[in-house]
């Protein structure tokens, strides 16, 4: 015998399911009145610093249909680099969107600033990214990812850094499309599957 | 800029396998190839934190809050109640709680939810709070139906109320769902099933909570709920392998 660890376990997931909007952006989902407005509905307010972005794409299944039902979240940190929270914040930048796959089109739209390189433990530098987490009907645990950016330097990221097929580093990056505006496309599955991390 | 700690590494064989054969669905939406691992980040350490003022009076009850208190919904009225904490054990306070479920039916207020149940008038589905300091929570709702789903010929979910759960961290970020204890239902269900290992299926089954339920009212069912928590060493800031 020894001492016991006490280490409790998580939870474990279980799929968010088609109605996830019901629960999470509720007037999205035509459940009105019971919130003054969905949660996490702009990751920015007026007044942001940095470069305000446009990043439109559709998420894929193994087939290759746009899934209409997806629902997203994304967390960033402000144009300095500096995670909503943390000293010196840009206080117009919550960091938090939600957002979800349009029902006819799958596609989905998310409007925020540019964020700034971020420094992690040892002299750490991530190149700017948004990181994305996505949940739907037949996801058993949600999936994370990054959106990083095309006209960034992303040649140091010690996380893409680590994806050993260098041409997967490509499902990362986010195409610049016109002026502040991006395309990031997700394939859950199959050909071109997104890198989807474990951090 | 503000150090964080790292979180402790997720433990996959706790969770569903994302391919799962009798949950159809999660064939063609899981992926084929390994997640990338790596050591927690600022990214996944810090998260959006929510205040208590953005709750009003009545998030936290189903029964009432779709008609602002003027009406109350159809079912049996129970208290769903319990604590969020992480790995260590440690409570994790003020951390949002959001709930969805179907009716007493079994239907969900949702456009693509055609069962013959009908409509509660006076339910929408959806409740949130936020964890108090030592990390309680509590919710008043009605127990959903169970439903038939399009999946196998004849299969059903089994009563359970949706979860979704912040933390402080974006790489705490969980979403579950509660079943009820006694329900024969959960023993058929491939999304219950997706959860391998049966000791963790088990910690979704909300136990009957009569202490806690009040006579000529509710029911209470107490469902407690784990996240995964931080790393605790005074060696953090030194460069791997010194």
């Known amino acids: 015998m020894t001492q016991p660890l006490d280490i409790l376990v998580e939870t474990a997931s279980q799929t968010a ?29 007026d007044g942001a610093k940095g470069e305000v972005i ?27 680099g500096v995670y909503p929270g943390q000293d010196g914040a840009d206080p117009k930048v919550s960091g938090f969107c939600r957002f979800a796959a349009d029902k006819d089109t799958g596609e989905y739209t998310l409007r925020t600033i540019k964020p ?7 002299g750490q530098v991530f190149a700017p990214h948004v990181s994305i987490w996505i949940v739907a009907r037949g996801i058993n645990i949600g999936l994370n990812t990054r959106i990083y950016f095309d006209d960034e330097d992303n040649s140091g990221d010690p996380l893409l850094a680590r994806i050993e097929q260098r041409p997967r580093v490509d499902t990362l990056i986010a195409k610049k499309t016109g002026d502040g505006t991006y395309r990031f496309d997700i394939r859950l599955q199959g050909e071109g599957e997104t890198v989807f991390l474990d951090l | 800029m503000t150090e964080t700690a790292a979180l402790m590494p997720r433990r996959r064989e706790v969770h569903p396998d994302p391919y799962y054969p009798d949950y159809k669905t999660s064939l063609t939406r899981s992926p084929s190839l390994p997640l990338l691992s790596m050591e927690s980040t600022p990214s996944e350490e810090t998260g959006p934190r929510f205040g208590h003022n953005m709750l009003g009076a009545l998030d936290n009850n189903l029964i009432s809050n779709y008609t602002q208190g003027k009406a109350l919904a159809v079912g049996e009225r129970i208290r769903v109640h319990g604590r969020v904490l992480d790995e260590t054990g440690r409570a994790v306070p003020h951390t949002l709680v959001e709930v969805w479920q179907a009716n007493a039916g079994g239907r969900y207020r949702h456009i693509k939810d055609t069962y013959f149940a009908p409509l509660d008038p006076n339910f929408g589905g959806c409740g949130r709070t936020i964890t108090d300091d030592n990390g309680y929570y509590e919710f008043m709702t009605i127990r959903p139906g169970a439903y038939p789903w399009p999946n196998r010929a004849n299969d059903w979910r089994p009563m359970h109320i949706h979860f979704s759960i912040f933390g402080h961290a974006f790489g705490q970020r969980l979403i579950s769902q509660m079943y009820f204890q006694g329900d024969p239902l959960i023993d058929l269900c491939p999304i219950a099933a997706t959860v391998r290992d049966r000791s963790q299926l088990d910690r979704l089954v909300a136990p009957l909570d009569m202490q806690n339920s009040r006579g000529m009212d509710y029911l209470a069912y107490k469902f407690d709920i784990v996240l995964r928590g931080r790393r605790q060493t005074m060696f953090e800031n030194k460069p791997e392998g010194m």
């Open chain 1, 17 to 45: 399911g088609p109605y996830v909007h019901i629960g999470c952006i509720p007037t999205f989902a035509g459940v009105e009145g019971v919130y003054p407005e969905d949660l996490g509905l702009s990751p920015i307010e």
């Open chain 1, 54 to 80: 446009t990043i439109v794409g559709s998420i894929y299944d193994g087939t290759g249909w746009a899934m209409r039902d997806a629902m997203f979240e994304s967390w960033q940190a402000d144009a300095a």
């Open chain 1, 116 to 122: 700034g390189p971020v420094k992690g433990r040892n």
